[in-house]
């Protein structure tokens, strides 16, 4: 773009104000254009006249002269018959009325390319900075998609033309490349040409006070748009996941390498899983790419590489990935009927040898090889890289080769083609070592390759029956440098000439000159192919085995197994997505009855990070009459013998079941009831199941109160759930002890203590038995919890010998993790201390975990900031477990590290280390 960067008339965005001035030439953003590959556009039309008009360029077409009345003045003719929407590349005009009393912007009428609206923008435009009496200037601009504010984009090429209206005068033409997004919309030349020179009659361009402006557009395929890849091409394009094109363009090759899809097909991925399996991962986006309407994913491949999200943002070498898809598919196929897919498809061999000069000995070893890496740097064509790798060397002087039983010879030393795969893998190496900057570099030499190869010369011994001769059938191609940019790979499927462009989810017919000539890489006069796009890697499919490597790849060909595990991955996914879609119209429903309260050992009923919840997803809106009669068929009941409690956070930090007035609340949606704090936790009452009631006991909830029993036992330091009752609230406390002797199975005159459990570390003793409930309980409430246990005087001697000692234990109980010092991975075991522990208390317990001496222990605090032993602890230490822990995350493990001793640990820590320095006399 050496014209519009040599003058002021600079490259810009467009702008509505004709009257709009352009700042310093420097901060124009007149670099600011992307590359995109494209076809030469047509040389512009000589001579043309208003009254004769012809088919610009080279197209094959005859001009369809359409003329549109645009507000009185200003008139479009598009010069292409083609109808086609999603066509690449258009010709159209734009006839400018009365020009000399043009003041505002002239917008042409769209004309469709890639299925995107594309105008001609005209405009006066003021440069004020101008050394010249005549400072207006024509603006001339493409504009694009210009009503669209969604996140769009579509690279193009364009040719910007003032058409003469007058004998012997050359068309006027100017050239532009740009990425067109919802934010540049519009791009051009703010100063096409000094506006008196435009009405200047001399110079041809006028006439009638008209000008024809004309605009040749070369268009990628546009992504963020609905671009029908599949109707458009037949195939399908793959997500990119934030900088995995490099990946997606390898994917498309092996894909279309049908035989090997075949194979994958093939694999036995039955009892992989779907998680971790690559082959199974390869599989599912082979049949997707196949079968899919719309883009492909590739999450579940990288996640089975084991690749986090970020490194789905990292670029990683093609040549390595490729090496280690093709290293697993391999693995995987061996002893299956698909064993050697792999080395029969890409597998040649070369000779490395060395030959003496002067004496008839030779050293060879044959290589298989399953891709070539060929040097491009200063090399013409493809033939000259070959040339360059089996080029010999020279082993002279110092570096003679060693020929055993002959001493040192001068010898050549390289490398021959004993032969070449069906499939032939040429890696470009474009990205290589400089010494120089000590860093690594993009090579942007041109190479030349071509559509179709003959290596016979490259190889040892050529078979005339089946020569070496390639077609081309993948050109992999790079964009940027080497800190990054974009790949995009052109593929031509059938091996029939019929080349397509896949980038990332858009997938476009593209010609042989976009997909060959245009990346030879190098520097090109033309705006259009930038000198940093160029292909990196080559894929040809030797002629004879055409047929075979790129045989059609049909239904029967897939297992049926894998067809029906893939549907029920899709519609078990589709089931996922509708769920995640409606997510906000559910709520989830934690239900627990009597059976979770059972061997409980803490607080209230039940311990909720361990519990086991039969959960239920419901609407939010569901009534409770629905919602109950969901729940009784879920469990096996009639409606009349469930009854739900629902689960109350109480002031005093308890979780307790409370009352609901299912006769008056069945109208209520579950979402009302649970107060609008989901999930809602529910105590299910049910009738018990050996008894032949119908329905549960009645409940007053203006005289009745239901109770929670447990019975402790202080012999085996153990609480057991003993059910629950409904009783008056007038109910003297005595009432209740024959139902405690018969829950606990004690003789029913048996003495019994009992206790309330108000909170943590609060259990008060009842005293009075003759009061009645709502003046013997603190707060009588539904959910409260009455604790007994036998009046025994054997209890005393026991280390817990009330419950009321017991829940107090229990608030300073905690678990501990205890880790050998000296093992770094040791996992460690657990112990259930209590915090008012001291130094001997903790020490005993570890060292009958150990079976050791405690004295022969010593431990080691946790450091705060990182999981590993800090100082040691003495054993003289005053504190409690709790102080030692005081400094450990509240929620994470608590960690404590030990080690053995071969010396009490009061005598270590009475004794001194000293150093000894040995002197030699």
Not at 685 to 697: H, K, R, T
């Amino acid at each position: 773009m050496a014209e519009a960067e040599s003058t002021p008339d600079m490259l810009v965005s467009g702008d509505a104000n004709p009257n709009a001035t352009e700042g310093p030439p420097e901060k124009r953003p007149c670099n600011e254009v992307e590359h995109m590959d494209t076809d030469t556009p047509p040389p512009p039309p000589k001579n043309d006249s208003p009254q004769t008009p012809k088919a610009g360029g080279d197209m094959d077409t005859d001009r369809n002269t359409n003329t549109t009345n645009v507000n009185g003045e200003v008139m479009v003719e598009e010069l292409m018959e083609e109808e086609d929407e999603s066509r690449a590349e258009a010709t159209f005009r734009f006839t400018v009325e009365n020009f000399s009393k043009v003041k505002e912007t002239q917008l042409s009428p769209p004309v469709f390319i890639r299925n995107l609206p594309w105008k001609i923008m005209a405009m006066p435009r003021h440069n004020p900075n101008a050394e010249r009496p005549n400072n207006k200037s024509l603006g001339f601009f493409l504009q694009c998609n210009a009503d669209s504010d969604s996140s769009w984009s579509c690279s193009a090429s364009a040719e910007l033309r003032l058409i003469p209206q007058k004998d012997g005068v050359e068309t006027f033409n100017r050239k532009i490349q740009h990425i067109f997004y919802s934010k540049e919309n519009d791009w051009g030349f703010a100063h096409f040409m000094p506006w008196h020179e435009v009405g200047d009659t001399q110079k041809g361009f006028i006439k009638d006070d008209r000008i024809l402006l004309e605009v040749y557009v070369n268009a990628d395929a546009p992504h963020g748009v609905a671009w029908d890849s599949k109707k458009h091409t037949g195939y399908v394009g793959l997500k990119n996941q934030g900088a995995t094109c490099y990946m997606n363009s390898l994917l498309q090759t092996l894909f279309f390498t049908n035989q090997l899809r075949k194979a994958v097909y093939q694999m036995p991925t039955e009892s992989d899983d779907q998680s971790k399996s690559v082959a199974l991962a390869l599989q599912r986006i082979f049949y997707e790419l196949q079968h899919n309407d719309k883009p492909v994913g590739t999450k579940k491949l990288t996640k089975s590489f084991g690749w986090e999200t970020l490194d789905s943002f990292m670029q990683h070498d093609v040549q390595e990935l490729c090496r280690v898809l093709l290293d697993n598919m391999e693995s995987k196929m061996r002893g299956t009927c698909v064993e050697g897919t792999i080395p029969r498809l890409l597998e040649g061999k070369m000779i490395s040898f060395i030959k003496c000069k002067h004496i008839d000995y030779m050293s060879s070893r044959t290589e298989p090889f399953y891709d070539i890496q060929l040097n491009i740097k200063g090399k013409k064509n493809l033939y000259e890289s070959f040339q360059d790798y089996i080029a010999t060397e020279t082993m002279d002087g110092e570096n003679k080769y060693d020929a055993g039983k002959f001493g040192l010879q001068e010898a050549e030393k390289g490398v021959i083609f004993q032969s070449f795969p069906p499939v032939l893998h040429l890696h470009l190496m474009r990205f290589q070592y400089d010494p120089n900057t000590d860093t690594n570099i993009k090579i942007n030499d041109r190479c030349e390759f071509h559509e179709k190869i003959n290596l016979d010369k490259f190889v040892q011994n050529p078979d005339a029956k089946d020569p070496a001769v390639y077609i081309l059938h993948a050109v992999l191609v790079h964009s940027g440098d080497n800190h990054g940019g974009h790949y995009v790979v052109y593929l031509n499927p059938r091996g029939d000439g019929k080349w397509c462009k896949f980038d990332d989810d858009v997938v476009s017919r593209c010609t042989k000159a976009e997909a060959i000539d245009h990346n030879f890489g190098g520097f090109d006069d033309d705006i259009s192919i930038r000198h940093c796009t160029n292909a990196y890697m080559l894929v040809y499919v030797r002629e004879s085995c055409k047929e075979e490597v790129l045989c059609p790849v049909n239904e029967i060909d897939i297992p049926d197994n894998l067809i029906e595990r893939l549907a029920e991955e899709k519609k078990y996914e589709l089931q996922r997505r509708k769920e995640r879609s409606e997510a906000h119209l559910y709520m989830p429903v934690h239900v627990v009855t009597e059976d979770q309260f059972c061997g409980h050992q803490g607080n209230d009923m039940f311990d909720m990070e361990h519990v086991h919840y039969r959960t239920f997803k419901v609407l939010r809106e569901m009534k409770l009459g629905p919602f109950m009669e969901m729940l009784a068929g879920s469990m096996g009941y009639p409606v009349a013998q469930i009854r739900p409690w629902p689960f109350q956070q109480r002031s005093n930090c308890t979780f307790r079941p409370t009352m609901i007035d299912v006769e008056n609340d069945l109208e209520k949606s579950v979402v009302v009831l649970a107060e609008n704090d989901p999930p809602w936790y529910v105590f299910l009452e049910v009738v018990e199941p050996d008894s032949d009631v119908a329905c549960l006991p009645p409940f007053d909830k203006d005289s009745d109160v239901m109770l929670f029993l447990k019975m402790y036992d202080p012999k085996a330091k153990m609480v057991c759930y003993a059910g629950h009752v409904y009783v008056p609230i007038s109910t003297r406390v005595e009432e209740l002890i024959p139902i405690m002797n018969r829950r606990a199975g004690f003789r029913s005159d048996t003495d019994l203590i009992m206790f309330e459990e108000v909170k943590p570390n609060l259990v008060e003793r009842i005293q009075d038995y003759e009061l009645p409930l709502d003046k013997a309980l603190d707060e009588l409430m539904d959910g409260d919890i009455i604790i007994f246990q036998k009046d025994d005087p054997e209890n005393e001697e026991c280390e817990l010998p009330t419950a009321k000692d017991y829940f107090r234990d229990l608030y300073y109980r905690v678990e501990v993790v205890f880790c050998d010092k000296t093992m770094p991975s040791d996992p460690g075991f657990n112990l259930v201390l209590s915090q008012r522990m001291n130094y001997f208390q903790v020490a005993k317990c570890v060292a009958q975990e150990l079976n050791t001496d405690p004295m022969l222990l010593q431990f080691f605090k946790t450091q705060g900031y990182r999981d590993a032993p800090g100082n040691p602890l003495r054993c003289t230490y005053e504190g409690t477990l709790k102080d030692l822990l005081s400094n450990l995350k509240q929620r994470g493990p608590k960690k404590l590290y030990y080690q053995r001793l071969r010396i009490p640990i009061n005598e270590l820590e009475n004794k001194r280390q000293f150093k000894c320095i040995f002197v030699n006399r």
